[in-house]
């Protein structure tokens, strides 16, 4: 069974960093794309940030410049560094992560998601 296991999240102040992290484990044979989504209350859940298992890296316009993806494929773990956060950043923040398991078939996994509020 594969788990994706969620950390990092928290109450930061405007203009402050939060560090991400998500762990894959499980019966894994291979992690593909690996992506961070949030949801804010009343909204649709959106995709910040997303990396191939090559390291190449896309962002929501509205995270440009701010936040960085990146991935450790020897710990099948993601991070997503923000950087100069604003309140409107608030959101359960969620990693998706599309695995190869043990039987060779590819799936798209979610974590649990983690709370990041941005207020003074």
């Known amino acids: 069974q594969v788990q994706l296991v969620e950390s990092g999240g928290g109450l930061v102040q405007p203009g402050g960093s939060l560090r991400l992290s998500c762990a894959a484990s499980?019966?894994?044979?291979?992690?593909?794309?690996m992506k961070w989504y949030r949801q804010a209350p009343g909204r649709q859940r959106e995709l910040v940030a997303d990396?191939?298992?090559?390291?190449?890296?896309d962002y929501a316009d509205s995270v440009k410049g701010r936040f960085t993806i990146s991935r450790d494929n020897a710990k099948n773990t993601v991070y997503l560094q923000m950087n100069s956060l604003k309140p409107e950043d608030t959101a359960v923040y969620y990693c998706?992560?599309?695995?190869?398991?043990?039987?060779?078939?590819?799936?798209?996994?979610w974590g649990q998601g983690t709370q990041v509020t941005v207020s003074s």
């Open positions: 499980g019966a894994i044979s291979r992690v593909n794309a």
């Open positions: 998706n992560a599309y695995i190869i398991d043990s039987g060779w078939s590819e799936r798209s996994y």
């Open positions: 990396i191939t298992r090559g390291g190449y890296t």
